[in-house]
């Protein structure tokens, strides 16, 4: 018997949410780790920009908040005022967060109907 390609399609698919769904602690402990690391990386930055040391580049802390450490990257900048004076980071930083807890929920209720 033949399956078609939306079959194989159907049955990737299920596959991936069903590793999802057997791992998910892996994945919860993932999110968390980025959010903590970006978070930290803003106070880094703030620490050494008191004291006129060597600093985190921006694009650092930019990759951090798009490797799903959107969280952390906002909470970093708006509990430590730290970066937010700039446009690019008052910007992409609320963004990133908004849309990784969008594809976060999704995927969790995709994971649960299935």
């Not at 990737?12 to 949410?17: E, G, L, N, R």
């Not at 892996?26 to 970006?38: E, K």
């Not at 005022?81 to 908004?98: N, V, Y």
């Amino acid at each position: 018997m033949k399956i078609s390609p939306r079959e194989r399609k159907d049955i990737k698919m299920t596959a991936v949410f069903d590793f999802i769904a057997q791992y998910w602690y892996i994945f919860v402990g993932a999110y968390l780790l980025i959010n903590i690391a970006a978070y930290i990386a803003f106070a880094v930055d703030k620490y050494r920009s008191k004291r006129d040391l060597w600093r985190v580049k921006e694009a650092t802390l930019l990759l951090l908040a798009a490797l799903f450490g959107g969280v952390g990257a906002f909470l970093g900048m708006i509990t430590l005022r730290h970066k937010t004076k700039h446009l690019k980071f008052t910007l992409t930083l609320p963004i990133f967060m908004l849309l990784q807890l969008f594809a976060c929920f999704t995927l969790f209720w995709i994971t649960l109907i299935s």
